[in-house]
């Protein structure tokens, strides 16, 4: 069988290297696994999608709509434009902070995240929104986002990877004065994963 992630956010979100290190993770675990990226207008802030398709018999690195089995969004709105991706059993973790599109500067449509949020509440039954700013404040910067909503996957089980294996793969891919920051942030998400699953779980 295979588990497909498909990763989603606009430029500059690191949303390339979350995918890069999912897919090295699963190659250090002997799993066969496919990955690609369509980026539009990404370095002024165009949407950036990535998908990662682990598995014998993934035989295609895009995700077809309807069968990926986690969806990481970066960006609420982003969360919506790609939710036909989703399984119906499939788990969305999305950050509740938005980034107004370029395409909304140029031409006001009323984009609005709150009801963003709103329509994935009602439409996802696995749902897990996180506040990236909060989440990242102890760390100084936003920018370890993307690694710390690896981590959160991990600690709640959405992704099946050791976290020791994600932990190397940190320590293998990023700058080494970037890399007791990163695994940091790794970790504080492996926490934030844990505790999502237990109040999930009522305890």
């Given at each position: 069988?295979?588990?497909?992630?498909?990763?989603?956010?606009?430029?500059?979100?690191?949303?390339?290297?979350?995918?890069?290190?999912?897919?090295?993770?699963?190659?250090?675990?002997?799993?066969?696994?496919?990955?690609?990226?369509?980026?539009?207008?990404?370095?002024?802030?165009?949407?950036?999608?990535?998908?990662?398709?682990?598995?014998?018999?993934?035989?295609?690195?895009?995700?077809?709509?309807?069968?990926?089995?986690?969806?990481?969004?970066?960006?609420?709105?982003?969360?919506?434009?790609?939710?036909?991706?989703?399984?119906?059993?499939?788990?969305?973790?999305?950050?509740?902070?938005?980034?107004?599109?370029?395409?909304?500067?140029?031409?006001?449509?009323?984009?609005?995240?709150?009801?963003?949020?709103?329509?994935?509440?009602?439409?996802?039954?696995?749902?897990?929104?996180?506040d990236a700013n909060a989440l990242c404040a102890p760390l100084?910067?936003?920018?370890?986002?993307?690694?710390?909503?690896?981590?959160?996957?991990?600690?709640?089980?959405?992704?099946?990877?050791?976290?020791?294996?994600?932990?190397?793969?940190?320590?293998?891919?990023?700058?080494?004065a970037f890399v007791e920051i990163n695994k940091k942030a790794f970790l504080?998400?492996?926490?934030?994963?844990?505790?999502?699953?237990?109040?999930?779980?009522?305890?």
């Amino acid at each position: 069988m295979s588990y497909n992630i498909l990763l989603c956010g606009v430029g500059g979100q690191g949303t390339v290297l979350a995918s890069k290190l999912l897919a090295a993770a699963a190659q250090a675990s002997g799993l066969s696994v496919h990955s690609a990226e369509t980026i539009g207008m990404a370095q002024r802030g165009g949407p950036v999608t990535s998908h990662v398709r682990i598995g014998d018999d993934a035989y295609s690195p895009l995700i077809p709509k309807g069968t990926a089995d986690l969806i990481i969004s970066f960006e609420p709105g982003e969360a919506v434009r790609n939710l036909p991706y989703l399984k119906p059993d499939g788990a969305l973790i999305v950050n509740s902070v938005a980034l107004m599109p370029v395409t909304e500067s140029l031409h006001p449509s009323g984009y609005d995240p709150g009801k963003m949020l709103d329509y994935l509440k009602s439409a996802v039954k696995t749902l897990a929104v996180v506040d990236a700013n909060a989440l990242c404040a102890p760390l100084g910067s936003v920018k370890f986002f993307n690694v710390m909503v690896l981590g959160f996957a991990t600690g709640a089980g959405m992704v099946k990877f050791d976290r020791e294996v994600l932990l190397s793969t940190i320590e293998a891919s990023v700058k080494p004065a970037f890399v007791e920051i990163n695994k940091k942030a790794f970790l504080a998400g492996v926490a934030e994963g844990e505790t999502f699953v237990k109040e999930q779980r009522g305890l």
